[in-house]
């Protein structure tokens, strides 16, 4: 597998204390990475400063294609606008990341098929249940195609039929040669899904478990 981003010595400091490192990570193309730890050991931290929303405090992180490396986001916080409609959620992130037209509706139609949202796509976000909802947050940071797509407990409140969704367009990025890098606390989930799992405690790293 090929290295798509390598994070060097990273720390990371919210006042005067260090909440993040220092973390020394390589990420692979091609595989799946879940992020375990008890609250509070920098897992969300960690997610932030590689999504680039964090400058780390000291350290490099360095993206195989430079700035061309295209990083979806998933924070655990719905980031959806509850009056507008599934499609129309889409539509509007669609245009803030700058989806070409000529593409913007087939690629929308496709998200929705993948979603298994295509029957509620007229419907107004508000009236979708919770794993709904999770299915379009991802959905909004597939839009983008990210070669890395980040995951703030992407299943937490799911149902069954949603977490399998979110699962296979989990895979569907590995597939497509691109990193999923998940935070999670459910073990089963972890294992049955991932290539790697990484165990942060108190801001660092103690453990890596490649899968057999």
Not at 51 to 56: D, Q, R, S
Not at 104 to 125: E, F, G, S, Y
Not at 129 to 134: D, I, L, N
Request: a neutral charge; aromatic letters at 6%; proline letters at 3%.
């Amino acid at each position: 597998m090929n290295s798509i981003c390598q994070l060097n010595n990273i720390e990371k400091r919210l006042g005067n204390t260090l909440v993040l490192g220092p973390v020394s990570l390589s990420l692979f193309s091609g595989e799946i990475v879940g992020i375990v730890g008890s609250n509070g050991a920098g897992k969300s931290t960690l997610l932030n400063v590689i999504a680039g929303v964090y400058a780390p405090t000291a350290g490099t992180i360095n993206f195989h294609e430079g700035n061309k490396t295209i990083v979806g986001f998933v924070p655990q916080d719905i980031a959806l606008y509850e009056s507008m409609t599934g499609r129309q959620n889409l539509s509007f992130w669609a245009d803030v990341y700058k989806v070409p037209r000529d593409i913007k509706k087939k690629r929308i139609d496709w998200m929705l098929d993948q979603l298994h949202l295509t029957d509620k796509a007229k419907c107004p976000v508000s009236s979708y249940s919770g794993g709904m909802k999770r299915r379009l947050n991802l959905g909004v940071s597939m839009l983008v195609m990210p070669q890395i797509l980040l995951l703030d407990e992407p299943t937490v409140g799911t149902d069954d039929e949603s977490a399998s969704v979110i699962y296979e367009m989990m895979r569907r990025v590995k597939q497509m040669n691109g990193t999923v890098v998940f935070i999670s606390h459910l073990h089963d989930e972890v294992n049955a899904i991932c290539d790697r799992v990484i165990h942060l405690d108190h801001g660092k790293i103690i453990e890596s478990i490649t899968a057999c």
